[in-house]
């Protein structure tokens, strides 16, 4: 049995970075990711006049419910989708003049609904290049609230972003979703805000789901972050892929805010032994796996993990659902089959679904990682099984776990 420690969750982190500068008071963050995604969102909240203290272990944000403490600010965020999509709607909420730009990765992703969502609730907004895009300037002058419809289907980080800005508002704020996908990335949303004292309704109705945020502001906290489940996949895909592994991830378990653990459920259909407690969650390998068909529609930031895997199941792996991983770090499903037939192997995709065959991938292959961390860890479970295996890019998986490779590889040798 191999017990490993995972990072903090990069989603967690983001998230209460925005509510610990949102609150009335010092927020005190246990255990966040230290990534260059997190790194850039913590430098773009001092950027925008937020107190921001990191020792080992631990954050300490001073909070300001009154918005940043700058009248101007040029931020830069990186390659970080949560601080592109998160800090302009905390910008809104103050008061000032603030531009936000971003690595032409992170320019070539989309941000129309969350901009035109903002512009409705009267926000003044504008792109600098190409609409629904970065760069984007943001005049800030407090936000009233009301109601909203919001097209979240790309991405859920769009009503995350709007959700967390509802207790800043004057007089709350009513969003009405018309599609939605990462459904579970929303419930971490709503158990975060309530942790830092919002109160969130919610209610189903014949034109969609309706989120009521009372303008409640936020309170400081001490909050825990707990460990990634998205980074957790690669190596319970690597313990379900070995012949005689185990795993186990402590402190990710029965009471776990991120739904990506439920890529174990996945593994557990292809005949992975999964154990979940509340002290954390083990897969052992049973010595082979099943092909299946899977919707990944909720936890698609896990389909790269298990198409690197498929290979090596009895029959065809196919997943649905997953139109939402073209618009990611690159088009991860174009990604995903590119690199499989680097590797010798049949596969077919569409506007929503790949289908992976069996085989045995082999090397030598460069993968090509498209600067996508994901790709990148994802392949290097591909590779347990498949010499010769290298990357064009490593170095991309500073992005969420700048020490990926050095842990990795003490994991391969311990299975």
């Known amino acids: 049995m191999t017990v490993i420690d995972i990072p903090g969750s990069k989603s967690v982190t983001a998230r209460a970075l925005f509510l610990a500068a949102a609150a009335e008071g010092t927020t005190t963050l246990l255990r966040p990711l230290r990534s260059d995604d997190t790194e850039g969102f913590a430098e773009g909240l001092r950027v925008l006049g937020y107190t921001v203290r990191q020792e080992p272990g631990a954050w300490h944000i001073e909070g300001r419910p009154a918005g940043p403490g700058v009248e101007a600010a040029d931020v830069y965020c990186r390659d970080g989708a949560t601080t592109a999509r998160f800090l302009p709607a905390l910008a809104a909420a103050g008061h000032g003049t603030f531009r936000f730009d971003a690595s032409a990765q992170m ?33 800030g002058r407090g936000i009233k609230g009301g109601a909203i419809r919001l097209d979240a289907g790309q991405s859920s980080q769009y009503l995350t972003a709007l959700l967390m800005l509802g207790p800043l508002t004057a007089e709350g704020l009513s969003i009405t979703v018309t599609d939605l996908v ?3 990335y929303v419930e971490i949303t709503l158990a975060m805000m309530r942790s830092f004292g919002a109160e969130i309704a919610r209610a189903d109705g014949p034109e969609g789901r309706t989120y009521t945020v009372a303008p ?26 070995t012949p005689g592994a185990a795993v186990t991830v402590p402190g990710l378990g029965t009471g776990a805010l991120q739904g990506d653990l439920g890529f174990v459920e996945v593994l557990r259909r292809m005949g992975a032994e999964v154990e979940i407690t509340d002290r954390g969650t083990t897969v052992r390998s049973t010595g082979s796996l099943r092909g299946l068909t899977v919707n990944m529609r909720d936890i698609s930031d896990t389909m790269p993990t298990l198409a690197a895997i498929a290979p090596f199941a009895d029959g065809p792996v196919r997943i649905e659902d997953v139109a939402n991983t073209r618009v990611k770090e690159c088009d991860r499903l174009d990604a995903c089959a590119e690199n499989l037939r680097r590797l010798g192997i049949d596969v077919a995709t569409g506007p929503d679904w790949i289908e992976i065959r069996p085989g045995s991938p082999a090397g030598p292959a460069e993968i090509a990682t498209h600067g996508d961390h994901r790709i990148v860890m994802s392949f290097a479970v591909t590779a347990l ?15 969420t776990f700048p020490d990926f490779h050095t842990v990795f590889e003490a994991f391969r040798t311990a299975l």
Do not use: M, N, Q, W
Request: charged content about 25%.
């Open 182 to 184: 990462s459904e579970p």
């Open 216 to 241: 409640t502001g936020y309170r400081a906290t001490t909050y825990a972050i707990e460990p990634d489940a998205s980074t957790s996949s690669y190596f319970f895909a690597a313990a379900a892929l």
């Open 107 to 139: 320019r070539r992703r989309p941000l129309g609904p969350l901009t035109t969502a903002l512009r409705e609730l009267g926000v003044e907004l504008a792109h600098g290049e190409r609409e629904g895009r970065h760069p984007l300037t943001v005049t």
């Open 385 to 399: 099984r498949t010499p010769g295996v290298t990357f064009d890019d490593p170095g991309c998986v500073r992005k």
